[in-house]
């Protein structure tokens, strides 16, 4: 077994003798080898070579202290334990090194053989132990810092006590920014974040919890978080360790395969349903032509009146029925870069006549931008003015609010569309992309139906969101 190589800094060599005394009184002394070193500038050079295991070091050396020589091996990064020695007891000294780092303070008139060996083995075993858990930290600090996934550190209150690279780029924030807020800002919704505390304060653990979160500029991402609690040893509080996994693109994948299979479903049954309609609707117009060219009837006003009444409500049919067939074709896109800003506004000036002549108040928080993504111009422009017109149509009582809003985030360009009306009842919210579903009257409750397609073929996602007072629809259109 090697000896503990043990070595005294103090510039008194009677002070030497006597723990070279003491050192040789200690049961199994023969473990430790001491060595001495006389003054500061000697102690200091051999602390830094690191060429002992531990340091007895006086507090007196001439023009300095121990507690100079503790501070500075201390910001030299060295880690072998330094206890501090001194003639008499003094709080004030024994506070002040053991604040720096010494390992321990004992006052030289009180050491004994029993009290020194126990000092110098509590004090190994220490730092053993600090050493371990100082390479368990930085392993730990590795994997937090590379880790692609955001981590997030926090507690009950919502305190956040650190957050790695990832989370810093995946929320939007700088690390003295995000320090000062709190946790429940990251959430979407209250009350995810009261379900995820509620599950990790009863299990001690949460695994795939799905909820939505935020970012500083407003964008949500629909996530699954996995979470423990364990005990900070540094502030001794308890704190949750969170890995964020972003599952929006998958999320918006399975969407779209999901609105694709509906569309592909509501085309075949559209041109069915149209050659099963247009059949009798011919018979019917050529009877009505006949009917309607008849000598004796020709001049009959009741009757051409009635004939012109089924004639228009046939065209209607066979309008409505092209309309149908329209919402569920595959149009296709001609992409070209486009600057997005431009097409936004031009989908608003189109509705403007509407918006004054329902007195609407129409808020624009639009990012200044040159932003040109490759869109097919017109497609989404009617797109956004479909999203619009249900905004308008949706606001009954006054004050009509209209807001247009715009989000550059994470390869996505979001434009939001909110307005105050009545909103969608919770029971209808899933039918809403559906062709023909409206609750308004004289509507056809196509250009929603319309609008998702577009939006699908560009690769982007569209949302609705009920909010309190109102809807809020979310554009996705993807930058590159």
Known sequence: MDKIRVLLIDDDEDDYIITKDIFNRIPKGERYELFWI??????????????????????????HTGVDLLNEAI???????????????????????????????LVKDKIDSDSLDRTLRYALKQSE???????????????????????????????????????????????????????????????????????????GAVSDFECEMVSHSGQVYFCSLSSFLQIDPQNMVEVYHTIIHDLTHRRNQETKSIHESKISISEHIAKGFAEEIRNPLSTINLVLHELATDETLVYNETIQANLEIIKSNCDSINQLTKNFIASTENKPIS????????????????????????????????????????????QIKKALVNILNNAVEAMEHYPKVLNISTINDSGYYSILIEDNGKGIEKEFESKIFQPFFTTKKDAEGLGLTEAERT??????????????????????????
């Open 38 to 63: 006389d003054n500061f500038e000697k102690g200091i050079n051999a602390v830094l070579k690191r060429q002992y295991d531990i340091y007895l070091v006086d507090y007196r050396l001439g023009k």
């Open 75 to 105: 910001l030299s990064g060295i880690k072998e334990p330094i206890i501090i020695l001194t003639g008499k007891g003094d709080y004030l000294i024994d506070e002040q090194a053991m604040n720096i780092g010494a390992a321990d303070y």
């Open 129 to 203: 132990t600090l050493k371990a858990l100082k390479e368990s930290e930085n392993k730990f600090k590795i994997i937090f810092d590379k880790a692609k996934d955001p981590i997030l550190i926090s507690d009950y209150t919502g305190k956040i006590h650190d957050i790695n690279k990832a989370g810093l780029n995946f929320f939007g924030y700088h690390i003295k920014d995000v320090l000062d807020i709190n946790d429940r800002s990251l959430f979407f919704t209250q009350e995810d974040r009261d379900n995820f505390i509620q599950q990790l304060e009863t299990k």
């Open 335 to 378: 992409l070209q870069k486009t600057n997005i800003n431009q097409v936004i506004n031009e989908a608003i000036a189109e509705i403007n006549d509407l918006l004054l002549g329902h007195h609407i108040n129409l808020q624009k928080d639009i990012l200044p931008t040159d932003l040109s993504i490759s869109i097919d111009r017109k």
């Open 455 to 480: 939006v699908l073929a560009h690769n982007g996602t569209i949302q609705f969101k009920p909010q309190s007072s109102g809807s809020l629809f979310v554009v996705q259109l993807p930058i590159d």
